[in-house]
């Protein structure tokens, strides 16, 4: 039997030696620059939220190295022999199909973690309070462990190869990073950027209190996504955010112990704890239109 989970394959030796340093130097440099050039006020302590998100990022970082990054390579070489949709292209088009169909994966996917049976794990990432490079980090390993079926099962029946599957996971996990941190770009430089690929205000949004801005800004690397599927929405300006789950405003309840045993607690409702339904009013910029 083939092994579907091959921890020490080559590729993911490879992957040890040269994409972990690199996201590692680009999570440090994004965590520099965020603090000095901070986007959003914050309204809880750093370390309050730091301790919480490294605990909960402690078992899903080794989970995705030994699950999930496996099964891309494991799962990409048990299709390898057999015709599939993307195998028939010739090179370069299989390459840049696959990247896209990754790329697809990934907001669909994400998409799918908003419907109410995945939501008992992706609440823990969004139940942060502020938003920043360590909020990337805070999934519930559950969450990474359910990823496998679709992110690295679809994408092998599809034909993508595991190297382009690990490849491309480099950019997805520099791209997580940069997406989530609280760094204030220039507004000139975000604007010009914003229709192209997701940034630091764009999923802002989608972690905001309002129920319809957290659900839109679903992408990952590109926005081509969210616009295809009209779920792209750039004009709500970063102050009238607040970052988090209504249901889990209350910072006294955000403890690891619960946070971790959050799938298991019944569904929420989007209010808050008083009952009170966070609103914004519609704005007058155009939905495609990056507000400062
Ligand atoms: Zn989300």
């Avoid at 990409?76 to 292209?89: C, E, H, Q, V």
Wanted: glycine content about 6%; charged content about 20%.
């Amino acid at each position: 039997m083939m092994n579907l989970f091959p921890t020490s394959h080559p590729l993911l030796k490879r992957f040890d030696k040269y994409a972990t340093p690199i996201l590692a130097v680009v999570g440090l440099g994004l965590l520099l620059l965020e603090t000095r050039r901070p986007l959003r006020q914050r309204t809880r302590p750093r370390t309050e939220r730091w301790v919480r998100n490294a605990v909960l990022a402690a078992p899903s970082m080794p989970a995705m190295r030994l699950t999930l990054l496996p099964a891309m390579v494991g799962l990409g070489n048990l299709m390898a022999p057999y015709r599939t949709p993307l195998s028939r292209l010739p090179e370069p088009a299989r390459m840049l199909a696959e990247v896209l169909l990754l790329d697809y994966l990934g907001y669909s996917w994400h998409r799918l973690l908003h419907s109410p049976l995945l939501w008992r794990f992706h609440r823990v990432h969004h139940s942060d309070l502020d938003m920043d490079l360590t909020t990337g980090w805070r999934f519930h390993f559950g969450e990474m462990l359910a990823s496998i079926p679709y992110r690295a099962g679809i994408a092998a029946l599809m034909g993508v190869r595991g190297s382009t599957a690990l490849g491309f996971e480099v950019v997805f996990e520099a791209c997580t990073a940069f997406h989530h941190t609280n760094l204030e770009l220039p507004f000139k430089v975000e604007r010009r950027l914003a229709p192209f690929m997701v940034t630091p205000r764009a999923h802002g949004i989608h972690h905001s209190m309002v129920d319809r801005e957290t659900q839109s800004n679903f992408g990952v690397v590109l926005t081509l996504w969210d616009r295809l599927h009209r779920t792209l929405r750039l004009n709500v300006p970063q102050q009238d955010l607040t970052i988090g789950v209504p249901a889990y405003a209350d910072p006294a309840g955000q403890t690891v112990a619960r946070l971790l045993a959050l799938p298991l607690e019944p569904q929420d409702t989007w209010a808050l704890p008083n009952g009170e339904v966070p609103e914004h009013p519609e704005y007058a910029k155009p939905m495609t239109e990056l507000a400062e």
